[in-house]
């Protein structure tokens, strides 16, 4: 059975994203990588340091031609940061995708969305593919949809708090409302969360916090790897549905008397 | 002559005569791996050789870092 995600023509080999931030390392972010299978990785644009004589660069680590690279606006309040992030990580070459954030307040990390469709307005004419990080509102992700967003990207929960799926049934809601791939970003805390995101109906998920934070980054991200494996092969088995009361799985017929 | 521009928010004195292309091959920085803003316009990687930097012009030069969410 053929099950593969495309986006923006790219044939996604696996459905498990993941960001690099927080590891110890280039080389801890590189394994943990490789561990997770991922094809799709989200890295966060900032200056260069013109005074570390080191220049060790992340893409060294992360190859561009093995990876989609996927530029977020990490750390954008406003609509003109937002999409002068995009635009400069663009320029630099290696992608014209973008994770889309516009953060409304420091405290909670959660998404402004009125700034948040305003900014995906001006980077989807410029030709950009367009990811916006979202609230797990159904009618956000219709609006972000049909003002030409490649995919929704809500939340389970707020960034790296690691409380898994809050609302499943919106989730679900805004699964079924949308026709573009949905791709659950931030909040996942375990392999479990990943799973019921995946059982869901989601396409993908993407974590950052959860692999790179656990005391063991590598096996964790294996760990993911297999939930979100687990989770699409249930969904796509088509799951019992739940019932109060028992019923056997044993024959009622031959019973010794 | 010294010429005095910002990089990145901080002010540096470099040779005059410099241009975008030089000054990234100075600072140690390989091209393929940044953008450029130049006086707060985007240069096409291709034009970095024709960019001749001036007094008091300001960059911005960015890249990659790791990150997931903000």
Redesign the interface.
Known sequence: MSDILKLAGIEIKSRLW??????RD?EE?KKAIEASGAHVV???????N?TD?T?E???DYIDPKKYV?L??T??CYTVDDAV?TA????????SDWVKL?V?GDERT?LPDNEALLEAAKILVKEGFVVLP?TNDDPIMARKLEDIGCSAIMPLAAP??SGLGIRNPYNIRILREGVSIPVIV??GVGTASDAAIAMELGCDAV????AI?CAKNPVNMAHAMRMAVEAGRLAYMSGRIPKKLYASASSPVEGMIE | MDIIITINGKTQNIKEGNTLMSLLKFLDINPGRVAVEYNKEIIDKGQYDSVRLKENDNLEIITFVGGGNV
């Open positions: 993941v960001g690099t931030g927080k590891y280039f972010t989200t890295v966060a644009v900032r200056r260069v013109i004589r220049k660069n992340l893409l690279i530029p977020n990490a750390g002068r635009r400069l990580a663009r320029a630099a070459g290696v954030e953060i990390l990080y960034i790296g970003d931030a993407l974590m950052n916090t790179a």
